[in-house]
């Protein structure tokens, strides 16, 4: 069975700026999207004989497998956003995915000579805040497969460490583990140090829908992405308003623009919810 979120999972975050929660991701949904990420990221032998620059790949949202954009609607994620964000009204915020192979070296943007960093500054143009943890945004960063010791695992280092590196907990993992954190939370890259395989990221973060100053990547030059098209018109009106779509009443909607909204997004007006 697959884990659930938690008030005591609201108050470790609170007390340590993370907090991790293995088999989020369980049984045929987690092997759906096991797939669907292997399809969307090469893995180590696919690239070894030509290695990405740096070792690593980024990739761009939306990503380009329907199985894992469906991954986002996830209500438990949802519902803990708007806890911890204290609002109804949440956005989703574009993610990534990422692909750290042999040779890979840790760091990171902002990162002191520890690779330890925050990741408010290309997440915000606001500086963090010690107590308003409502105007920042939680990010939902997940590892659909194993990561071992040597697989570079995302190190996290809890408040009451202050900036003791020598505490940082690696996230080492077994394939459909949760990791939750702020874009306050410290924590670093580390060195990919085995000679094979590779450790798969995949990602996104959600926020107040009233944080307009705050966003890793926008996404509202997707709208006519293939992809993400698709995934769009699958979707109830409640949770396309989670995407920034306007609510259901809103005065855009007109039998024009819903005729235009339905060639856009197949399936849009399928359930008659405008």
Not at 169 to 188: D, V
Not at 219 to 230: A, I, L, M
Request: some cysteine.
């Amino acid at each position: 069975m697959s884990a659930e979120l938690t008030d005591a999972h609201l108050e470790e975050l609170e007390a340590k700026g993370y907090v991790i929660v293995p088999g989020f991701y369980t049984g045929e949904r987690l092997g759906e999207m096991q797939a669907a990420q292997r399809r969307s990221l090469p893995t180590w032998n696919e690239v070894k004989d030509d290695p990405p620059q740096g070792r690593a790949i980024l990739t761009d949202f939306p990503p380009p497998e329907i199985a894992l954009l469906r991954g986002i609607v996830d209500q438990r994620a949802w519902g803990f956003a708007r806890k911890w964000l204290k609002t109804e009204h949440i956005h989703f915020r574009a993610g990534c995915m990422i692909a750290r192979y042999p040779g890979f070296k840790g760091g990171g943007v902002g990162s002191d000579a520890a690779g330890l960093h925050i990741d408010n500054g290309n997440n915000s143009l606001l500086p963090p805040s010690d107590t308003l943890r409502e105007f920042g945004q939680l990010g939902f960063w997940v590892h659909l497969e194993n990561v071992d010791e040597d697989q570079a695992p995302l190190r996290l280092l809890a408040k009451e460490h202050g900036r003791d590196t020598t505490k940082y907990e690696p996230l080492i993992c077994k394939g459909g583990t949760l990791c939750m954190f702020t874009n306050y939370t410290l924590h670093s890259a580390s060195d990919y140090l085995r000679e094979d395989g590779q450790r798969f990221t995949w990602g996104f973060g959600i926020g107040r829908a009233d944080n307009y100053w705050e966003g890793f990547r926008h996404y509202t030059d997707k709208g006519k992405n293939p992809v993400f098209s698709q995934f769009i018109g699958t979707l109830t009106a409640k949770e396309r308003e989670v995407f920034r779509f306007p609510p259901a009443g809103h005065p855009y909607y007109t039998p024009q623009t819903l005729a235009a909204l339905e060639e856009q997004y197949p399936g849009w007006n399928a359930n008659g919810e405008y």
